[in-house]
């Protein structure tokens, strides 16, 4: 069953506490002045976070499975990491999470495993909106014998559930789409699209590793079959991890040596993974679920999930904030901005804008910013294809200023008055 916000939970009504969140990010201290608008290329960690990996890399660095407190200590770590990560994503089970590299590499795996069990449903359904990694992964199946088939945004920069009904039918295998574009910031209807696929008796497969900082995750919800993130975009060190229904990760096929249990998660974790940074995303989410346990002055009992809904919740209403901001100071400068640009749409996205402003380079538009002391990024954001149907050369591609929970309406407002100056030249 999927679950609801808590009563009392923020509805806007709370002021979100901005500085305090600030304060808890070491980063952001040390970089005085500097504006931290790239964070869709990797956000900055809380202090606790540093704290859990040291602590790892001090106390017990050594492999897990030992007869010993060290060794054991690993252990305990890894399954507090795997009970953490389910209720981030509201798992049934902390066997459905498995810890790795990173995201593509999730999404490599799956796909092979895929690949085996391809027979007369033989088609998967991939977008042009997609990170390429969630794209390409797929589209190396034509040599084994599958059918791609193109689900396309529209030009609003959004993917449209109606337009997916008649892509699938009993040959669909799998539809593979992203839960909100890291390129345009605009979300999807992943749980109306996996109605869709299940109507046909197809599985889906969730990209959330943009999604994750943004709001409440809910895999029971969505009934997603499958689901990667990756930590760094989610306030924890580089990691990944993959979700995937009990009864989806029994049935596919993985690769494992044979002293591997051919279970969950164990049969899909080859090799050893990076258990400090396991223990940095369990710390990562204990800041999430503290915030969700104080914010607005709450202090009755709550379990761990209540306190992470409350508190991506409360992220989802600051951010926005910042969305309307982001969205005003990107019209008054006259920037063209990709996706949804209507104000009063703004809950189709989050924080995250692909941008250019006429007559001006990207390259240039983000040395102007670097000048002034903030980090944004300009090129195709891994989707060439997306650019593309933009009508953006791929080799030039956009402006991406992207924001989180710990950015601030003074520093949307810095960033419009380069923005300004630089339209004015």
Known sequence: MSDS???????????????????????????????????????????GAFDAVNDHLLNHNVQRGGPYDRSRAVDASVQRGRESVADFLNARDPSEICFGMNATSFIRLVSLGVAQTISRRNEIV??????????????????????????????????????????????????????????????????????????????IFLDCVHYSPHAPIDVQAWDCDFLVCSGYKAFAPHMGFLYGKREKLVALPTFREDFIPNEPPYKVEAGTFIYENVAGMDAAIAYLAELGATIGGRNEPASRRENLLRAMTAIKTYETRLSRAMLEALHFAGATVYGVSDAAHVDRRVPTFAFNLPGV???????????AGIGIREGHMYTPRLMRRLGVSPETGVVRASLVHYNTLDEVKRFGEVLKGLRAR
Request: charged residues 20%; proline residues 5%; hydrophobic residues 50%.
């Open 126 to 203: 991939v977008t042009d909106l997609d990170h390429d990694a969630n794209v390409a992964t797929w589209l190396a199946l034509e040599r084994m014998g599958v059918n791609i088939v193109w689900w396309k945004m529209r030009d609003g920069g959004v993917l449209d559930v109606n337009d997916l009904k008649p892509l699938v039918n009993q040959r669909t295998r799998l539809v593979a789409c992203t839960v909100v574009s890291h390129a345009l910031g605009s979300l999807v209807d992943v749980a109306a699209a996996a109605r869709i696929a299940h109507a046909a008796g197809a599985d």
């Open 361 to 371: 380079k990207p390259l240039a538009i983000c040395d102007a910013m670097s000048d």
């Open 5 to 47: 916000l808590p009563a009392g939970a923020a509805d806007g009504a709370t002021e979100f506490p901005v500085a305090a969140q600030r304060a808890k990010f070491p980063a952001l201290a040390r970089a005085g002045d500097f504006i931290f608008f790239d964070n869709a290329a990797g956000a900055q960690i809380p202090q």
